[in-house]
């Protein structure tokens, strides 16, 4: 199984600061079709998860856009450009291309 | 607006069964792929079966550790999937969520112990 390793495990950090969390995959998540099937979601406090990135880069229609997703292959980051409140939660990146599709550990970000 | 609500969850001994059910709207149902996630009590997700709408013959798929033990199955004319759970284990516990892959249900706990 594809291994999505997520650095740094927790994150502190006043509102208005940036944040960048790191996702690194054990396999090229570039998949036959030339799409790389990686995601990210956020999981605030007792919610379930919530949508933000798809394939890398491309926010949902809700997400603010002060989030940015970039990366290739086996390495990926997300980007918040100035962290608000409700930002707070553990972030997940998630693998599709490969089979079966598995997650990140997970950062936790917390304000300072 | 999107819903997908988890029901049947609950407290099981080792080596009984349990069904899930994840009724949903909002959306096409009959040609979105379905998903079962879970999530352990340490917080790790993990992806567990998929099933594929008509079109693709409703192919479904499993995570090796819940093969032969879990079945997703679908009612496209009730816009609901299952996950019908045997043999189940303690580290079966988890909160199990279904998700099209955007959207994701609020999620259902199961706890399996003696």
């Known amino acids: 199984d594809v291994v999505m390793t997520q650095t740094p495990v927790s994150l502190s950090l006043a509102i208005g600061q940036p944040a960048s969390i790191s996702c690194k995959s054990s396999q090229s998540l570039l998949g036959t079709s030339g799409k790389t099937f990686l995601n990210w979601i956020l999981q605030r406090p007792g919610q379930s998860p919530k949508r933000l990135i798809y394939?890398?880069?491309k926010l949902y229609s809700e997400v603010p856009d002060r989030f940015s997703g970039s990366g290739s292959e086996t390495e990926f980051t997300l980007k918040i450009s100035r962290v608000e409140a409700e930002d707070l939660g553990v972030y997940y990146c998630w693998q599709g291309t490969h089979f079966p599709q598995t997650f990140g550990g997970g950062t936790k970000l917390e304000l300072k | 607006e999107v819903q997908l609500v988890e029901t049947g969850g609950g407290l099981v001994q080792p080596g009984k069964s349990l069904k899930l059910t994840c009724a949903t709207s909002g959306f096409t149902f009959s040609t979105a792929w379905m998903h079962w996630v879970r999530q352990s009590p340490e917080k790790r997700l993990e992806w567990i079966a998929r099933?594929?709408?008509?079109?693709?013959?409703?192919?479904?798929d499993y995570v090796e550790s819940v093969k032969g033990r879990f079945t997703i199955s679908r009612d496209d004319s009730k816009s609901s999937v299952y996950l019908q759970m045997n043999s189940l284990k303690e580290e079966d516990t988890a909160t199990y969520y279904c998700t099209t892959g955007k959207d994701w249900g609020q999620g259902v706990m199961v706890t399996v112990s003696s």
């Open positions: 394939q890398v880069s």
């Open positions: 099933i594929k709408d008509k079109s693709n013959n409703y192919a479904t």
